[in-house]
T-cell receptor, first 113, second 111 residues
Framework: ELKVEQNPLFLSMQEGKNYTIYCNYSTTSDRLYWYRQDPGKSLESLFVLLSNGAVKQEGRLMASLDTKARLSTLHITAAVHDLSATYFCAVAPGGTSYGKLTFGQGTILTVHP | DGGITQSPKYLFRKEGQNVTLSCEQN?????MYWYRQDPGQGLRLIYY???????QKGDIAEGYSVSREKKESFPLTVTSAQKNPTAFYLCASSPRVYEAFFGQGTRLTVV
């Protein structure tokens, strides 16, 4: 059974600081996703990581994937209040239907002035 | 506009009642999915369908049923057998590539 674990589950940051969210998964996968969710809203796709060593950046967020370690990271640089949200990683096991995802528990990020 | 439309946005169910959540997509995607989200938790897969007239159980299918009579539509019925249906339900679809797209969700509450 595929398990996906995120840490930390709660993250309180000051504006301007850097931090990293970690996503570990238990079995081989060829796709890893990062999503953002605002309260009461749907999921917004942030990154899709498809291969070992993949790194993607968008604004203050950067995601990376190490398939050998079964680890993905979401790095936040110089946090701003607008980044406050819940962040999920999700994994699709190799060879499965493309939207059949196993999600982590989510990391609730709060950025303070 | 292409997208995934879920309705209603809010739904209230009485004890012992069946209710149906609608999911329609005009993206011409082959596969569609239903996920459930409980407060403070990640999403869990209920059912998915890769082609019309075929669907498979996900991790938490008990108490739910689906149909896929048209490519565009994948309704979810929450039956009276689902003892704890209060949750946020998200529908998703994907083409035959690696991306999945989510609808805006239906919040179901038992009253």
């Amino acid at each position: 059974e595929l398990k996906v674990e995120q840490n930390p589950l709660f993250l309180s940051m000051q504006e301007g600081k850097n931090y990293t969210i970690y996503c570990n998964y238990s079995t081989t996968s060829d796709r890893l996703y990062w999503y953002r969710q605002d309260p009461g809203k749907s999921l917004e796709s942030l990154f899709v990581l498809l291969s070992n060593g993949a790194v993607k950046q968008e604004g203050r967020l950067m995601a990376s994937l190490d398939t050998k370690a079964r680890l993905s990271t979401l790095h936040i640089t110089a946090a701003v209040h607008d980044l406050s949200a819940t962040y999920f990683c999700a994994v699709a096991p190799g060879g499965t239907s493309y939207g059949k995802l196993t999600f982590g528990q989510g990391t609730i990020l709060t950025v303070h002035p | 506009d292409g997208g995934i439309t879920q309705s209603p946005k809010y739904l209230f169910r009485k004890e012992g009642q069946n209710v149906t959540l609608s999911c329609e997509q005009n993206l011409n995607h082959d596969a569609m999915y239903w996920y459930r989200q409980d407060p403070g938790q990640g999403l869990r897969l209920i059912y998915y369908s890769q082609i019309v007239n075929d669907f498979q159980k996900g991790d938490i299918a008990e108490g739910y049923s689906v149909s896929r009579e048209k490519k565009e539509s994948f309704p979810l019925t929450v039956t009276s057998a689902q003892k704890n249906p209060t949750a946020f339900y998200l529908c998703a679809s994907s083409p035959r590539v690696y991306e999945a797209f989510f609808g805006q969700g239906t919040r179901l509450t038992v009253v």
